[in-house]
Structure formats: C-alpha cells, structure tokens
C-alpha cells in the first residue's frame, strides 16, 4: 500500500486564498507551453553540482521492480542527474533483506509484496554504479516508526512519550498514520540503529548512507521512564522540567542524540571510510526547536560529510532570504550544503516556473547543488528538467570545495 508524505507537506504553507480542499489530488502533468524554459539558467561553477533525487516507497512504484528502477536509472542518467537516495528504512522496516531487523524484531523485510524474493537496494547499487551514480540509501524514518509496527511490538520501552504519557502523533489525510518515536538515550536503541546502519555499510558496495529529519525527536517527547531515570541520575535526583522547551532540557536531550550521531559516524568510517555520511535536515533553527537535531554542532564535530538541507517554500522571497543568512557562509566552508527542493507530492502540484526559480538561486548563491523530492513527481517533463542540467556534472565531495574555495 502506498501512503502518503505528510511530513513535506508540513513545510509549505497554503496560500491564503486557497483551502487543503482546493489542492489537487494527483500529480498533474505540467502542459506543453510549460515544457519551454521561462528562466535563463545560471551554470553551476567548477562543473561541480549535486544532482540528486530521492527515491521512495510513497506515492511511487519506482522500487518496486527491478525493471521500473532500471527505467528510473535510464531516464535519470539522461537527464543528467548524478546521485540517487533510495530508501531503505520507512515505517519501522527495511526494504532490503536485513538479518539485524530480524535479530532485533523478527521481520527481515517489509512485508509489501512488491519487495519479497528480491534485494531491492543490490539492485539500485548495481544498476545504478553501471550507469555511473552515486548511490546513497536514505534511512528515511530515523528514530520513528509506525505504532502498529512489529518493532514497537517487540520494543516497547523503547518508545518515548509526551509529559501526559502520550506516545502517538497523528499524520494523514484520514488520520491513517499513527506514529511514535524511540528515544535516542536508550542505549538499545542506539546500539539497533548502529547496527542498522553498519549492516548496510559492510553488505552493500555503496557509496554512503543518508539521515534526515527523522533522525531526531519531537521537542515535546522526552518523558518515558528510561530518560526521566537517566536524567535524574545525571541530576541529582531532580525530574526534567515541566516545560519541554526549557533551555536546559533541550540541550540536555539534543545531547543524547549527538552522542548516538557520533556512534554512528564512526561505526560507518571504522567499517569503510571513504563512507559519505550525509544528512537532509530542516534549516538549523528549526531542526534544534522541533526536533532538537544540533546538526550545526555535528558539521563541526566532524560527523557529517554532506548536508542537504530540505527547503520545501512556495514563495521565492522565503525561499531566498533562507539562503542570504550568514550561517551558511561559514557551513560550506567545511562540507557540501545541497539544497532540497520539493517537485510535487500527491496531493499537490509543484508549478515547474518554481522549480526553476529555486534551481537559478540555489546556483546565484553558490551553494553545492540540488536535491528533489521525489522521483514520481518529475511527471513528463523532462525536457525542463534537462533544461536545468544542461551538461553531466561530477558531485562535489570535500576535497572539491576546499580546492575550489581555498
């Protein structure tokens, strides 16, 4: 079954003259007349420009067949994309076969049909690398997972909860989607899902592994039984405060996932260190207050080897202020900030005039290259997208932004 990608939704606001009943219901294809480039493009620089897309199970059958990824890996390859992030980790299972998801809860892979008697991610890796791309698999559901899962079944002491003792968050069109969240202080948590990464690491023959936003907690979750008893420990006998957002606690639990960030970066280099370690946050400010993801710490701690940083406005103004804030200056100094642009979802049609406005200032301020959300919305316009990559493109690593910008 395929469900629906309520957390992109999140960050595009509805225009004020217009309702969620007014948002389509399909993807609609752009019309001809739209196929023509409206903007002229900027080239990117150094011939060094991410392009990637993202790959899911939601609203797309693209991996659900070893012929559709071949179609997908064909089609991409002609329009110049150099970097694909399947997922591999969305609603507590993964979509490969996993001996660690059956150690740990007893289901070795998700139990679509579609998925069964295959390996999904070896054949990403393999069609992919023939073609040239850069293969990352996207744990897209982190520290989440679905409450009927299997997991929370077998697991749950590992679920964090609200003050209150409420654990699930509500998502969906028709209230469908019922999640929790598992506490990153849990040191079985933080062992499952380095071993989850790690299992990855060592089977596949890819080229890094991708966190996002789900890769962090809810700010007002924190009050299971496990972390209140660590953080009296750490206390002196006091209880957490009242208030989720007090300064201290905030940084005190942010604390617990940096510690796990930092486990899992170098359980990765350990096993191969040549491992790209990327993460697709929310911009900064947002991260840490929603979801108390300290990423900013995590570039300087060394953790991270790419951000793309999801950045889903329909409003160029918002869209561009974003990218004029200082913070970023110094960020790209040290690693690859690509940014993430939503081509569409299900439920609402992404204009391709956006699309390119987006891409031309993402270029204007430099910044490493492009990211879209998701591959099943490209829709038939491929001449605008290759329109955007004129020419092939290496990805840039590094070493490549500390040459071009020393």
């Not at 899902?193 to 966190?211: H, N």
């Not at 974003?322 to 913070?327: F, G, I, Q, S």
């Not at 049609?349 to 956006?354: H, T």
Request: aromatic share 12%.
């Amino acid at each position: 079954m395929l469900n629906f990608p309520f957390w992109a939704i999140a960050q595009i606001p509805v225009s004020s003259n217009s309702s969620a009943s007014d948002v389509p219901i399909n993807i609609i294809e752009q019309p001809t007349t739209d196929e023509q480039p409206t903007i002229t493009p900027i080239r990117p620089t150094n011939n060094n420009e991410l392009r990637g897309i993202w790959l899911t199970n939601v609203d797309s059958d693209v991996l659900f067949s070893k012929q559709r990824i071949q179609q997908a890996i064909n089609r991409l390859k002609r329009l110049k994309f150099n970097t694909i992030y399947p997922t591999v980790w969305n609603g507590g299972y993964t979509l490969y076969p996993s001996k660690i998801a059956e150690k740990y809860f007893g289901v070795e892979i998700d139990p679509n049909p579609s998925l069964q008697n295959r390996d999904m991610l070896a054949e990403v890796i393999e069609l992919g690398h023939e073609q040239n791309f850069t293969v990352i698999p996207w744990f897209e559901y982190g520290l989440m997972t679905e409450e009927g899962s299997e997991l929370m079944r077998q697991h749950p002491e590992w679920v964090t909860s609200r003050q209150d003792g409420s654990q699930v968050f509500v998502h969906g069109e028709n209230n469908q989607h019922r999640l929790v969240w598992l506490t990153p202080a849990h040191p079985e948590v933080q062992k499952f899902l380095t071993e989850l990464i790690v299992e990855v690491v060592k089977k596949y023959d890819l080229d890094g592994i991708q966190l996002d936003d789900h890769f962090g907690m809810p700010s007002e979750l924190g009050y299971d039984p496990y972390t209140i008893a660590l953080y009296k420990k750490e206390h002196f006998g006091r209880l957490p405060p009242e208030n989720s957002k007090d300064p201290q606690w905030m940084a005190w639990r942010a604390s617990k996932l940096s510690k796990l960030m930092r486990k899992i970066a170098k359980a990765v280099r350990d096993v191969k260190p040549n491992c790209i370690i990327s993460l697709s946050p929310n911009p900064k400010d947002f991260s840490y207050s929603k979801y108390l993801q300290d990423w900013y710490g995590w570039v300087y701690l060394g953790f991270l080897d790419e951000l793309v940083v999801q950045l889903y406005r329909d409003n160029i103004e918002n869209f561009t202020r974003e990218l004029e804030l200082p913070k970023w200056q110094e960020i790209r100094q040290k690693i690859p900030v690509a940014i993430g642009i939503l081509t569409g979802l299900r439920i609402q049609n992404v204009d391709m005039r956006q699309i390119k406005g987006q891409v031309k200032v993402v270029r204007e301020k430099s910044f490493d290259g492009v990211s879209f959300f998701f591959y099943e919305t490209l829709g038939n316009r491929d001449a605008s997208f290759e329109s955007l990559f004129f020419a092939p493109a290496t990805r840039p690593d590094i070493k490549s932004i500390a040459s071009a910008r020393s």
